[in-house]
């Protein structure tokens, strides 16, 4: 165990702590209480956590939230493996993808929102216009038109990253195992089933829990395209959110919907986890 290291972090882990742990400590404390304009409050248990879990609101948003997270896993994950796959391993053309595909993720998300928005606009989006002439009515007020719009947006945004963790974890595996496999006569689909697809493993792994946790948490990008319609089709849980603490000001409902957020994250994370790590705690053995 290198000390020194651990010593050197020490003062970087106790700011990320305390960073982390103070307002989720406020959290819990409107979570646990009412407040009467702000400054006066009142204990009242887990009453907010009953209220929210009997909400069709919360159970709505949580349903779309999921879901959509889910949709984005479907797209992203396999798009990302498939393009790592393809690309040059060497030379200008591999850097020059590598550059090309780091240009989405360093796209602030807010800005994100406002391109995809102007996108679509009636009469003036490139990609209104462009169903316009195949003869298709780009509709932002058809539920299935603004998620696949989202889902688009986010893979546009985010596949990039599935992408990069895909090519560094080819990148890695050992010359040997496919010298083995063309001495052997083993077929693409062959090689890509029993020495690249386990190889990536952890990597994959990884990309889900990374692409789950965003897509799950998503709200800046979706709010600026829809505002969460049309109807409350696409108002996920951090729109729910959001708009109990921030617009209501319901601080005690917020922060029971806020707790009961993390404990969603935070399970769906530890279980991805644990597949991540296995049982003896070194990701070596994968």
């Not at 062959?190 to 493993?201: E, M, N, T, Y």
């Not at 990884?206 to 789950?212: A, K, N, T, V």
Request: include cysteine.
């Amino acid at each position: 165990m290198n000390r020194t290291a651990y010593t050197l972090l020490t003062p970087a882990l106790l700011v990320m702590t305390a960073c982390g742990l103070l307002p989720m400590g406020f959290v819990f404390f409107y979570a646990l209480h009412d407040t009467f304009m702000g400054n006066s409050f009142v204990w009242i248990g887990l009453d907010w956590f009953v209220e929210v879990l009997a909400s069709p609101d919360f159970h709505g948003a949580a349903a779309r939230s999921l879901g959509f997270a889910l949709l984005l896993l479907l797209i992203e994950v396999p798009l990302g493996l498939f393009i790592a796959l393809r690309m040059p391993t060497r030379g200008f053309l591999s850097a020059l993808y590598i550059v090309l595909l780091a240009i989405p993720l360093l796209t602030p998300s807010i800005v994100v929102g406002y391109l995809w928005k102007i996108l679509v606009a009636p009469k003036a989006g490139l990609l209104f216009e462009a169903a316009a002439a195949i003869g298709i009515q780009y509709d932002m007020n058809n539920p299935v038109v603004v998620w696949l719009t989202l889902a688009l947006m986010d893979a546009w945004h985010w596949t990039s990253l599935i992408v990069l963790l895909c090519f560094a974890g080819l990148r890695a595996i050992p010359e040997d195992y496919y010298r083995a496999a063309r001495i052997d006569g083993a077929s693409r689909w062959a090689v890509f089933r029993h020495i690249q697809l386990p190889k990536l493993r952890m990597v994959l792994l990884i990309g889900i829990l990374l692409r789950f946790m965003d897509g799950f948490m998503i709200y800046s990008e979706a709010y600026v395209v829809t505002r969460g319609g049309p109807g409350v089709a696409t108002t996920f849980l951090s729109h729910e959110l959001v708009q109990t603490a921030l617009i209501q000001f319901d601080l005690g409902q917020g922060g029971a919907l806020a707790v009961i957020y993390f404990a969603i994250i935070a399970t769906f994370s530890l279980i991805l986890f644990r597949l991540i790590m296995p049982k003896g705690g070194s990701g070596a053995a994968l």
